[in-house]
């Protein structure tokens, strides 16, 4: 059995090409980019990859169904560029993926540089008798699937409809793996499937990055509170801010300004 690796790219040339190297021999490889300034695109064509250009940045979720569509295997590891497999992961994510016919995504051990374990044990829009409270040291069944590296079954992913389009960037996984739940399978965290992860180095750096990516944090936040039909409480979020806003400037924090900028656009296009 072989899977199908989707790694979405989005000025990611920095990075992609580790990512791509640590994927071994027979598996197949979409690479989805999502309209880089970068090389990004033309590296990952150099490195046996099926390269989908797409026109404009879509957003994380879109990709990831674009590349899903053309997948040809039963399961789909979704892998973020700036994340690498470990020798074994996905032979052993396989294997999970034979012996567990009742889960329909599978989560490896996300490791950063400093040896932290990325862990959500936590999924609010679950039943919290599915909270794991601390990170597994053995195989389980856990509330939530992280989108760096997350395993999902295609007839699954298909049969849910795949990411959600609406959400364009942040709780697409959230959102992904509450359904997966609540739609009565289950997701299998498979301890010994090591993944490691650069996180943050996915798209670049820089000031208009980062308001834009806060921009989008709490846009999505707003669409899934809409959704799972909890209370938005946007005066208080909007408070927040602007607090968080005035201090950055007492500050001369210019990253918090933009931050804070970013959350408070998405919080006023709600308002209108």
Request: charge should be neutral; proline fraction near 3%.
């Amino acid at each position: 059995m072989s899977l199908s690796v989707v790694i979405v790219t989005f000025n990611s040339a920095d990075v992609v090409a580790h990512a791509l190297q640590s994927i071994p021999q027979g598996h197949e490889i979409i690479v989805v980019d999502n309209a880089s300034g970068d090389d990004s695109a033309r590296i990952a064509e150099t490195m046996r990859a099926r390269v989908l250009r797409l026109g404009e940045n879509l957003g994380f979720g879109t990709a990831c169904n674009r590349g899903a569509a053309v997948a040809s295997h039963d399961g789909i590891l979704f892998l973020n560029p700036d994340a690498r497999l470990r020798p074994d992961t996905l032979d052993l994510l396989e294997r999970a993926m034979g012996a567990a016919s009742e889960a329909g995504a599978f989560v490896p051990r996300l490791i950063h540089p400093d040896g932290w374990e990325h862990f959500q044990g936590r999924n609010p829009f679950v039943d919290r008798r599915a909270w794991v409270h601390e990170a597994p040291q053995s195989d389980c069944d856990v509330p939530m699937g992280i989108g760096a590296a997350l395993l999902v079954r295609k007839d699954v992913f298909e049969r849910l409809g795949g990411f959600d389009e609406s959400i364009f960037l942040f709780f697409e996984d959230v959102d992904l793996s509450a359904r997966i739940i609540n739609a009565g399978y289950t997701i299998r965290y498979v301890h010994d499937a090591a993944v490691d992860h650069m996180i943050g180095a996915s798209s670049g750096k820089g000031d208009d990055l980062l308001e834009f990516k806060n921009y989008h944090f709490q846009r999505a936040l707003l669409q899934m509170d809409r959704k799972y039909g909890r209370r938005e409480n946007r005066g208080r979020h909007i408070a927040s801010q602007l607090a968080k806003l005035t201090l950055a400037h007492l500050c001369c924090n210019r990253r918090r300004v933009r931050m804070a900028r970013g959350r408070l656009r998405a919080l006023r296009e709600r308002d209108r």
